[in-house]
């Protein structure tokens, strides 16, 4: 009755009671409400605040620049909403190929999302199962599942009469089938049991649906810092307001005075650093052939604590190789040799289909063709196929002979061997199996005279030898395991395959310890007793989509940051659960990528270490970048506040600080971001996953290397004034000292030593640039007539000029002292 198939009128009702066989739509935010969201965040407001202040100034040009910021973070924000959207498209198309399936009797191909519970399939090799089920009829089935469980090797299917109790995928010799799994051999007939979100497939869509995406550490930090300058600000502001009407009794010019300062201390800088580095690391490690979707996971990388590697296919080659074989007068298993090993390679493909499509198939071509063994000249004239409960195929070749290959214990019966050539199969079979290595036996014979038996069992095949057959490991694995090792990052394997062979690829890998937890384990522990296992395990084995899950929130939960590689459908929610997920792009399902911030394109494992030391690399950047931006601003509010206090007329106004940003801005940003990574950034281990941007001691740093700019360059400017010096000959000489100490702020800060080494020691041609581009507007400043008299500025004499290069000078000694000070505590 079941392989008649529904009816029209059955299957149209149960769609429209069941729905169609695709994975739930859930509703997306509106762009509208996008933006309100958006707008809501401190930091953005905080620039649009910035720009409206500089356009009520009639600076629009400072004003276009920040609103020009809020829009890409506005844009970044709307392009992060829409990635779930595309990995559920993607994982929905994935799900819903095209079916051919038996309805009134009779083969229809129709829309995979139109497929119901009680079809009866049509599957066929190299067809994508479109729903769950079980299989009713079967000849030679075998199944990629990959995609749901990340084991390397397609499964075999069994037919059964009864519908089984539901299972999960993975495992031999099963009926059951799941949807978005691939047929790579045989065929079949089977019957639907479960449709769109039902399904495996459709249970981590829903995942996928449900897990937000971690919010980047550096934003967080980013924006508390932001949130501590602007209230600082905001008070400064105050004050200079009152100080200035109670003393001066100008009230519009202490609100001029309240804005110029609020200027000075607006931390527009510290998004403006964070995007162009971000920007300029993506841009980076595109050259290495790494894309960045999501520009913050590059900083976060250099912070990981734990790197969760799927194995096939991430640290294995993804492809079967023999790398062993044994004789019966073989004392161990040995590599395969050319002059050795011709003739089994060349069983081994007399006994895989000529057109090869299973991995192990292509494995034993790929090894006759590598031994120069001879090709089969004759035609195939009977196959003998995988049955239930003899797990061997053979064919008879028009040459004369029958090749076999299969599971050891099933050549072993067939072959008849005695008890001592079973028990030594046996050990060199469990040698081979220890090491992680898929174990087939070979056996051959001549073709009897008359018709061939219908019987695999009625021919006199004699054991010939035993294979091994791995996923080979990737050769740049065991370097960049190492790297992470020295980094202090813990490296930790997470796979759907067994035990051994997990625990054989972790020890080629480098990988340690070889603890293993179990999948039937971890279900057995609750959250708290799960995370404290996990500090001493190595390898997971046989563990589920929802499993890989549990265990990346298990690691966030002990305070770990993680990164997760992975390809498979299996591998998006943890992908996307992680701090940092890393897809790999070659082999890479349109899910897993879009659930991850970083792809490599090459699937080159060793990629991350560059990631991960680029990442550092940024970090440290990062941190002398606000470090500097902390120090700029104490001289140029003290400036600002310096005329209140002691009588002098105004010597920073609204155009001067926006100048001061136009030489702030690129030297924070361009020339910080362009200094190399530190001798020793791979070598310390991972800052604290709670650490600070700007640790106490290095913000003290920042403050009292500001306060001594700020006393060099008040100073300078007081004894001008008390010397007589016109207004406009102080305001000039107090801005070149100004500007002079900023500069010598970024030189000082470049690099962590303090060393006088430091100051120029692998400068680079941006720095470079940097420098030439704010010295020529300095004398721009000094020498264009329009600009002078906008600044209200009087050109410096030669001996003021002298007088500001010797205070430079002193600068220099003086932080420098100050960082020896500083480094020795």
Request: proline share 6%; glycine share 10%.
């Amino acid at each position: 009755m079941a392989m008649a198939g529904l009816t029209s009128a059955q299957a149209a009702a149960r769609l429209a009671a069941d729905g169609p066989n695709d994975l739930p739509r859930p509703g997306t935010r509106s762009l509208p409400r996008i933006i309100n969201d958006v707008l809501k965040e401190p930091m953005l407001a905080l620039l649009l605040g910035g720009g409206l202040v500089y356009l009520l100034l009639g600076e629009r040009t400072d004003a276009l620049v920040l609103v020009g910021f809020a829009g890409l973070s506005i844009l970044i924000t709307v392009v992060q909403e829409q990635r779930t959207e595309r990995a559920l498209a993607a994982l929905r198309d994935l799900a819903s190929p095209r079916a051919l399936v038996i309805r009134d009797g009779q083969r229809q191909r129709v829309a995979g999302r139109d497929v119901v519970v009680g079809d009866v399939l049509v599957l066929g090799e190299g067809d994508r199962v479109p729903a769950d089920g079980w299989l009713l009829q079967g000849d030679g089935l075998l199944v990629d599942e990959s995609l749901l469980t990340g084991e390397s090797l397609p499964v075999g299917k069994l037919a059964v009469d009864v519908a089984p109790p539901p299972a999960a995928p993975g495992g031999d010799g099963l009926p059951h089938l799941h949807a978005g799994t691939l047929v790579v051999r045989g065929a079949g007939l089977a019957q639907v049991t479960a449709t769109g979100a039902a399904t495996h497939m459709g249970q981590i869509g829903i995942m996928l649906a449900t897990v937000d995406a971690e919010v980047p550490r550096l934003t967080l930090q980013t924006r508390r810092l932001v949130l501590w300058f602007a209230a600082f600000g905001l008070v400064a502001s105050l004050a200079a307001v009152l100080l200035h009407g109670l003393l001066r009794g100008g009230w519009l010019q202490a609100v001029l005075a309240g804005i110029a300062l609020g200027m000075a201390m607006l931390p527009e800088e510290f998004p403006v650093v964070l995007t162009v580095f971000m920007a300029m690391g993506a841009m980076r490690l595109s050259r290495q052939r790494v894309l960045v979707r999501r520009a913050a996971a590059i900083e976060s990388l250099g912070a990981a604590t734990v790197l969760c590697s799927d194995k096939t296919g991430t640290l294995t080659q993804n492809r079967m190789a023999v790398v062993a074989l044994w004789r019966p007068d073989d004392p161990q298993a040995a590599a395969p040799d050319r002059a050795v090993h011709r003739d089994l390679a060349a069983l081994g493909r007399l006994a895989s289909p000529p057109h090869a499509t299973d991995p192990m198939d292509i494995a034993f071509h790929t090894l006759a063709a590598d031994l120069g063994a001879a090709a089969a000249t004759s035609e195939v004239l009977h196959l003998y196929p995988l049955a239930p409960g003899q797990p061997v195929m053979a064919q008879a070749w028009g040459s004369g002979t029958v090749a076999a290959k299969g599971a050891p214990e099933a050549v072993a019966r067939l072959c008849r061997l005695d008890a001592a050539a079973l028990a030594g199969m046996e050990v060199a079979a469990g040698a081979m199996a220890a090491q992680g290595l898929r174990v087939l036996a070979l056996a051959e014979c001549a073709s009897p005279d008359g018709p061939l038996p219908d019987a695999l069992a009625d021919l006199p095949l004699e054991f010939r030898a035993l294979v091994g057959i791995a996923d080979p490991l990737r050769t740049d694995v065991p370097d960049a395991v190492r790297a992470c090792r020295a980094a202090g990052v813990r490296v930790m394997m997470i796979t759907g395959d067994y035990p051994e062979t997990a625990r054989a690829i972790a020890a080629q890998a480098g990988i340690v310890p070889l603890a293993t937890l179990t999948g039937a384990e971890l279900d057995t522990l609750d959250d708290a007793a799960l995370s404290h296992r996990l500090a001493g395990i190595g390898v997971c084995a046989r563990i589920q989509p929802r499993q890989k899950l549990r265990i990346v929130e298990a690691l966030k939960a002990g305070g770990a940051v993680v990164a997760m590689t992975g390809d498979g459908v299996n591998d998006a929610p943890a992908l996307k659960a992680a701090h940092i997920g890393v897809a790999m792009g070659g082999r890479g399902t349109d899910v897993a990528r879009e659930a991850s911030a970083i792809v490599l394109l090459d699937d080159d494992f060793g990629a991350i270490v560059t990631a991960m030391r680029l990442g550092r690399r940024i970090h440290d950047n990062l941190k002398k970048a606000m470090g500097f931006i902390v120090a700029v601003h104490i001289p140029i509010a003290g400036l600002a506040l310096l005329p209140l206090l002691f009588g002098l007329p105004l010597l920073l106004g609204p155009v001067h600080i926006a100048l001061l940003e136009m030489i702030i801005d690129p030297v924070s940003a361009l020339a910080f971001e362009a200094e190399e990574a530190e001798s020793d950034a791979m070598t310390r281990p991972p800052r604290a996953p709670d650490a600070p941007l700007l640790a106490p001691a290095q913000l003290a740093a920042a403050l009292l290397e500001g306060a001594v700019v700020l006393a060099l360059v008040a100073g300078f400017s007081l004894a001008l004034w008390y010397a007589g010096l016109p207004e406009a000959a102080v305001r000039s000489a107090a801005f070149l000292a100004l500007v002079t100490g900023l500069l010598v702020l970024m030189l000082v800060n470049r690099r962590l030593g303090n060393g006088l080494a430091t100051l120029i020691g692998g400068a680079g041609r941006v720095l470079a640039l940097v420098l030439t581009a704010v010295l020529g507007l300095l004398a721009a400043t000094q020498f264009v007539p329009p600009l002078t008299a906008l600044l209200r500025f009087a050109p410096a004499t030669p001996a003021l000029a002298l007088a500001i290069g010797g205070g430079g000078v002193l600068a220099i000694v003086l932080l420098q002292m100050l960082k020896g000070v500083m480094a020795a505590r």
